[in-house]
């Protein structure tokens, strides 16, 4: 008899492109080896239960919340995400620690048709009203945080201004300038001889403006 083998390749197909249904996920995050991913698993099952959900995935990832969502395995999981599909976090700093980026992933869900669930702080996020002014507040906080950050980092800078601390990087401290230390006499020598600064600055790959400067 022949046997016939078929092999389904689906790692980078939509999550609901897997069995031809919605998909209810859920992601768990860890910052530290030392932390658990238990506690987080069980939190969810109980929500699952409690309604009626069955989880079709599991995402879980050690990687500290600063950490960008694109550079994390999150980025596929919510890329692969569609319509009708459910995304379950057992609290929302699990997205991400930054309210900038938590605010990015909840309008892209929300855009997407994608309900989002969070099981400790008890936040459902779905394209209607409520979750709407949900995540107008969160923009709110964004938008206050960003402001807060802007301003304190303004107000350390004044204050080291003022107590005399010289800002910004010291002259000549560059890679790009030490390089051109490095190779000063063969460039003042060429520059001599008539190789034009620009010809110069090609080859040390800095601006023309740099190594006229250099030059100087």
Do not use: H
């Amino acid at each position: 008899d022949t046997v016939i083998f078929r092999c389904y390749c689906c790692s980078l197909a939509p999550l609901n492109l897997l069995k031809n249904q919605i998909m209810v996920v859920a992601y768990l995050r860890v910052s530290t080896e030392k932390q658990f991913l238990a506690n987080q698993r069980e939190e969810i099952l109980r929500f699952a239960e409690k309604n009626e959900l069955m989880i079709d995935k599991w995402y879980t990832e050690t990687v500290s919340g600063k950490v960008s969502s694109k550079e994390r395995k999150l980025a596929g999981v919510l890329n692969r995400m569609q319509k009708g599909d459910t995304l379950i976090v057992t609290e929302i700093s699990r997205l991400s620690r930054t309210m900038l980026e938590i605010m990015t992933i909840l309008n892209s869900c929300i855009k997407k048709n994608v309900i989002l669930y969070s099981t400790k702080e008890g936040y459902v996020f779905q394209n209607d009203i409520n979750s709407k002014v949900l995540g107008f507040a969160f923009g709110l906080m964004a938008e206050i945080e960003r402001n807060l950050i802007s301003m304190r980092t303004k107000e350390a800078l004044a204050r080291r201004k003022k107590e005399g601390v010289k800002l910004g990087r010291r002259k000549g401290t560059c890679p790009a300038m030490r390089v051109l230390r490095e190779n000063k006499r063969r460039l003042k020598r060429d520059a001599q001889r008539g190789v034009s600064c620009s010809e110069l600055a090609r080859q040390m790959g800095v601006s023309r403006t740099t190594m006229f400067r250099f030059l100087r």
